[in-house]
């Protein structure tokens, strides 16, 4: 592996310019001590500044899951920067806004046809808090206003986002947010190294039931999960729980909220979650893999009723139904990447290859059981997450060192908290499975 000083000499970088850059979710001190860069991305494999190549164990972050810079998508985007490069997003309209949304509403399940643009995850998520809230106050229940989310999810890192996320130093340093109320996750002992769904946790939607006796549903705007937990390390949702929820939600008139910013379009071997498990949400959330990762996107989809209850009572016809929206909402190069991307998903049917691979990702990974210090392995589609023993005093330290071994072995694994993430691209072949689960494997052994 290249040193410090030869990795700035490769990308022509200095120590001025490596310290300007606060970097996201990303230890800093200890980066800048050790860059890792990558200088280009082709399929499933990045190269570093070293000229090595690394293949993306996490398809970029859950994003791009065809494979880097697909050309179709390469060639769509630059098509437009050159045919229209932005167009405002408000008062004004462009085709392929519109072509987009239309095209986003094959991938959802029956009846989620209203898309709302947004640029991430992070503002999908907002959006559809806000958008829950307005809803009950269109319809004279001023008073829903709390919001339900579930311990251990993930859902951005707006204010909305943290309000109901449910993992702790997401939320800590930033003092208080929005009323919520959290209700357990999953990862019940039972479940340790269950293979994909497991059959143990829909009884937990109990807590739900009791939580809106406490607080009464005249007070409650919303329940916002991920159908898979992924942040917080891939936890599927046990049989039959997802539909105890749905019917909980509908039977005391509280919004679900499907926060389908990793699970949508394909990671489980269906276009959504909600297609997945036979449940449908009155909202959802997107972004990630409908651009396949090339330019931000992001959207919150929901029914044409709600859409209706905006438009019904949205005063005179010139006048706003929803202050809400950003300068990118829709943005030409973003909707061009996602139809060319879309096109993509479809064309090379790679649902379908990720519901194929599957089987044999779930028993690659599930042959790491028995290896030192792994003490759960989840998985669902082309998704798992290993939890990993804590060493003595340091938390995190252990799943950080395998995923810089792995790297070091020409293989990108995320690290985070106690877990080790992986999220293959959709396009991924068994022999390729194989190395990866060896790589990983050998990491962790390697461990003192
Ligand atoms: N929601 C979920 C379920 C996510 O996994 C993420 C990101 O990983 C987000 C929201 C936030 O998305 P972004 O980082 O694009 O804001």
């Not at 880097?68 to 998508?73: G, N």
């Not at 809400?324 to 096109?343: E, I, M, N, Q």
């Not at 072995?409 to 068994?430: A, N, S």
Request: aromatic letters at 10%; hydrophobic letters at 35%; a negative charge.
């Amino acid at each position: 592996m290249q040193s410090k000083s030869e990795v700035l000499a490769s990308c022509n970088l200095s120590q001025e310019q490596l310290d300007s850059y606060w970097m996201p979710y990303t230890a800093n001190r200890e980066f800048k001590k050790n860059p890792r860069m990558i200088v280009s991305a082709e399929g499933k494999y990045y190269t570093d500044a070293e000229g090595r190549q690394v293949f993306d164990g996490l398809s970029g972050l859950w994003t791009c899951g065809a494979g880097h810079s697909r050309p179709e998508i390469t060639e769509a985007v630059s098509k437009q920067i050159a045919q229209l490069d932005y167009s405002p997003a408000f008062q004004f309209g462009h085709p392929k806004a519109f072509e987009l949304a239309h095209r986003i509403t094959d991938f959802m399940p029956d009846g989620m046809d209203r898309v709302f643009f947004t640029n991430s995850g992070s503002e999908s998520v907002e959006t559809a808090l806000k958008v829950a809230r307005a809803y009950w106050r269109k319809k004279g229940h001023g008073t829903k206003n709390r919001f339900i989310g579930r311990v251990k999810g993930y859902h951005g890192v707006n204010w909305g986002g943290i309000s109901v996320g449910g993992i702790g130093p997401n939320k800590a340093m930033f003092g208080p947010a929005l009323e919520t109320s959290h209700i357990q996750h999953t990862m019940l002992p039972e479940n340790l190294f269950c293979k994909g769904m497991p059959e143990t946790g829909a009884h937990l939607i109990t807590e739900l039931e009791e939580m809106i006796a406490l607080y009464d549903a005249s007070n409650i705007a919303a329940v916002i999960v991920e159908p898979m937990a992924g942040s917080a390390g891939v936890i599927p949702p046990p049989v039959g729980y997802l539909k105890r929820l749905r019917e909980v939600c509908t039977k005391h008139n509280i919004l679900l909220i499907f926060d389908e910013v990793i699970t949508g379009f394909g990671r489980m071997g269906s276009n959504t979650g909600a297609e997945e498990f036979g449940v449908t949400p009155d909202l959802m959330t997107i972004a990630k893999q409908v651009t396949n990762g090339t330019v931000p996107m992001g959207a919150m989809i929901t029914r044409k009723d709600v859409y209706e209850t905006f438009m019904e009572n949205g005063g005179p016809e010139y006048a706003l139904e929803i202050p809400h929206g950003y300068t990118y909402s829709g943005h030409p190069v973003a909707c061009a990447a996602g139809l060319a991307a879309l096109d993509v998903l479809e064309n090379d049917q790679l649902v379908s290859r990720v519901k194929s691979m599957a089987p044999y990702f779930e028993e690659s990974v599930h042959s790491l059981k028995g290896t030192q210090y792994i003490n759960d392995i989840r998985n669902y589609g082309l998704a798992a997450g290993l939890t990993i023993e804590a060493a003595p005093g340091e938390p995190m330290l252990r799943p950080y060192q395998i995923a810089m071994k792995c790297w070091e072995k020409g293989f990108y694994v995320r690290y985070g908290g106690d877990m080790i993430q992986l999220g293959l691209p959709f396009t991924v072949e068994k022999e390729e499975i194989d190395s990866l689960i060896n790589a990983l494997g050998e990491s962790i052994r390697e461990l003192d």
